[in-house]
């Protein structure tokens, strides 16, 4: 509980708040249908999501960890790098502010262009055994590349976490797209319902 009085948690379960908000806002935006314009191609929405991602994680890890997501949070606890109350805090921070990413969205988005506001939905002929196992396969990648690109005990990781991640993210989008909208994040998919 001492965790509550320290200033650092407060900012870290605001960088989380900020993130999520920030990371629905530009990916659902980027997934928009306007009626004037060409949809968006599955390579613009996985750019903007993986880019998105790997620009928060960069701007924000320092603060928080950036995880943005409820799953890689999930990850953490049960990898132990974080307390209960402190994944109990950030889940919550990155469903309210993936919800206030999408009720921005939706106001400053003409109604034409809303149709659903970038919702998940399963293609016609994906089963839903289908879909959960997609998903899971998308979400263990990523999480896997979170704890491969962050761990501190590798002598061999001279890369980006940030830049590891957001090409996660963006692969995930890849394939994932096609088949259920792609989730990877349950506050993404969460904020526009």
């Given amino acids: 509980m001492w965790e ?10 605001l960088a989380e708040f900020l993130a999520t908000l920030v990371f629905v806002l530009f990916g659902l935006g980027s997934a928009l249908n306007w009626p ?3 949809a968006p191609s599955t390579l613009q929405i996985a750019l903007a999501f993986g880019l ?13 960890g950036a995880h943005i997501n409820p799953a890689v949070t999930l990850g953490c606890l ?5 307390s209960l109350l402190r994944a109990l805090f950030y889940v919550a921070a990155q469903l309210l502010g993936g919800v206030v990413g ?7 988005t003409p109604a034409s262009a809303r149709q659903g506001l970038a919702l998940n939905k399963l293609h ?4 839903t055994g289908q879909a959960v196992t997609v998903e899971l396969f998308l979400t263990f990648q990523l999480v896997l590349c979170v704890f491969a690109s ?15 991640i957001g090409l996660s993210v963006a692969v995930g989008h890849l394939l994932g797209i096609r088949y259920t909208g792609c989730s990877m994040n349950p506050a993404r998919s969460f904020a526009p319902a």
């Fill in 4 to 13: 509550l009085r320290s200033i650092a948690f407060t900012r870290a379960v």
């Fill in 36 to 38: 004037s314009a060409p």
């Fill in 52 to 64: 998105a991602i790997g620009t928060l994680v960069q701007a924000l890890g320092h603060v928080s």
């Fill in 78 to 82: 049960l990898g132990s790098q974080l």
């Fill in 102 to 108: 999408a009720a921005i969205l939706h106001e400053v």
């Fill in 124 to 127: 016609n002929e994906t089963t």
């Fill in 150 to 164: 962050t761990d501190e005990r590798r002598e061999d990781n001279l890369g980006s976490p940030a830049l590891s």
